[in-house]
């Protein structure tokens, strides 16, 4: 059976914000970095162990994963059928009359944050799971130490705040395209619908460049 335009859309968004309700509960779990270091690292190092010994979250990771997989391949599908829909490009429109700039250069931000997760996997995710990581004085894995190492180093901050500055971008995109799609951008409903978008890209974007920027101070002073 022929899968429709509007049937990836859905996709598209039910993904979406299934990655927009991860966030929210990463963001809240990483805020332990904040604390001082001697306690951020035993929490940090505890939270982390429950995270991957938890069957709840391994079910919930698991989708996480299936999630990331499917709205990417997703996503090239629909520039696909965009780009053959529009058929001959032309060298003077005015399409940045109506619509943001970040909508039309959502290719570049994916790019962008797909770079950016292969790094963040690799350097966090892959040494929690498959290195011999050393242990704390609670006998967790040291991911914490791992975590402050990476942050101390300008120009690893330099990359995430760039990477998390297209998350945002994004997720401003992404939110209203989703409830553009679930029927939710009614004009009784759009306003509302907007400070929502607004209030939750700002909180996750700026909870998760703080984040960096504050180990890598805190190291300096």
Wanted: glycine content about 6%.
């Amino acid at each position: 059976m022929k899968t429709t335009t509007l049937q990836y859309k859905l996709w598209m968004a039910a993904t979406g914000l299934f990655l927009c309700f991860f966030l929210v509960i990463h963001l809240l779990g990483n805020l332990q970095l904040f604390l001082p270091a001697a306690e951020a690292k035993t929490q940090f190092n505890w939270y982390s162990h429950l995270l991957s010994g938890n069957i709840i979250i391994k079910i919930i990771a698991y989708v996480l994963y299936g999630s990331l997989i499917v709205h990417a391949l997703v996503a090239i599908v629909l520039t696909l059928k965009k780009q053959k829909a529009n058929g001959t490009k032309y060298a003077y429109d005015k399409r940045g009359a109506s619509s943001a700039w970040y909508s039309r250069n959502m290719g570049v931000l994916g790019t962008i944050l797909f770079i950016f997760l292969v790094i963040h996997f690799k350097d966090f995710w892959y040494q929690y799971k498959f290195v011999n990581l050393p242990l704390d004085e609670k006998g967790n894995k040291d991911l914490y130490t791992i975590v402050v190492w990476a942050f101390s180093n300008l120009w690893y901050v330099i990359v995430y705040e760039v990477a998390l500055l297209a998350l945002g971008f994004h997720l401003l995109h992404g939110f209203f395209s989703a409830a553009r799609t679930l029927g939710l951008f009614h004009p009784k409903y759009v306003k509302l619908i907007k400070i929502i978008g607004w209030v939750y890209t700002l909180i996750i974007t700026l909870g998760f460049m703080a984040m960096p920027l504050y180990v890598y101070l805190t190291n300096r002073l």
